[in-house]
């Protein structure tokens, strides 16, 4: 794989600015060697796994006003739309999206129009687009692989600026992954900010609810705090973290009902 191979799948990891971090290998799948640097207006990689050869730097040339500046620019302009590439097919085509969608209880959301979910046969990926309720045009995907040897996992088309959502309830709940925001739809807007990173560009998405629920995966529990805390500094009202035993993706309607209201 060449440098700009390995650079697209780098882009695609949600790794957030000014961080440096050790994950598991998405070019080799060796657990725990790869080192991501996205510091200093630039992101690097390296993979210290012997025989995996994943290693490069790209450097932006631009301050990051200028870049802040240019974002905010593109953003309000009416060419800035996310494209959505000619390998984006129906879901419903596909056996092994349809499966995902059944196991991760994400069917009722994309077969009640909640969720625009689309199959990539170009990445075997099974892709939730994201839409910025805001301007109503899509900002990007997120694709999950349907395979062990997709890498990454979760990839990001366009940007991250504006989380996935789905539902219109009063309540809502921030995850982490997009098939967790379809499953509590039904009882609850769920708002996806795709990892466990909560940005700044987010926190606007977060005002017109009533009572809003933190409830990353059960091993991003003590994030879930962190994010609540951070939310409750910023001035909202009525955040609660909900403690998970499993992620919400794996739970029916009725349980989440019972897990939020209890009934």
Not at 2 to 20: A, I, M, R, S
Not at 133 to 138: F, L, P, R, V
């Amino acid at each position: 794989m060449n440098y700009k191979q390995q650079l697209e799948v780098v882009k695609g990891l949600f790794t957030p600015p000014d961080t440096e971090m050790r994950i598991d290998c998405p070019f080799c799948n060796n657990k725990n060697t790869f080192l991501i640097s996205t510091q200093n207006n630039g992101t690097s990689w390296y993979c210290f796994h012997a025989s995996c050869k994943a290693k490069g730097k790209h450097q932006g040339e631009k301050t990051m006003d200028y870049v802040n500046t240019t974002f905010k620019k593109k953003e309000e302009s009416p060419d800035t739309e996310f494209k959505i590439p000619d390998s984006f097919k129906i879901v419903s085509t596909n056996e092994k999206a349809r499966m995902y969608l059944h196991k991760n209880n994400c069917w009722e959301a994309w077969a009640w129009g909640r969720a625009d979910i689309k199959y990539d046969v170009r990445q075997d990926r099974v892709v939730f687009l994201v839409k910025d309720k805001n301007t109503g045009k899509y900002s990007g995907a997120v694709g999950r692989g349907l395979n062990k040897n997709v890498y990454p996992k979760w990839f990001m088309y366009g940007s991250k600026e504006v989380p996935f959502k789905c539902g219109e309830c009063d309540d809502a709940v921030i995850v982490e992954d997009c098939a967790s925001a379809c499953a509590v739809s039904n009882i609850l807007t769920g708002i996806s900010i795709m990892g466990t990173s909560l940005m700044t560009e987010h926190k606007k998405y977060l005002e017109p609810y009533k009572n809003l629920y933190v409830a990353l995966d059960r091993d991003a529990t003590s994030k879930s705090y962190e994010i609540a805390n951070e939310l409750k500094s910023d001035g909202f009202k009525n955040v609660k973290v909900k403690p998970l035993t499993d992620d919400l993706k794996y739970f029916n309607t009725d349980e989440i009902k019972e897990m939020f209201y209890g009934r």
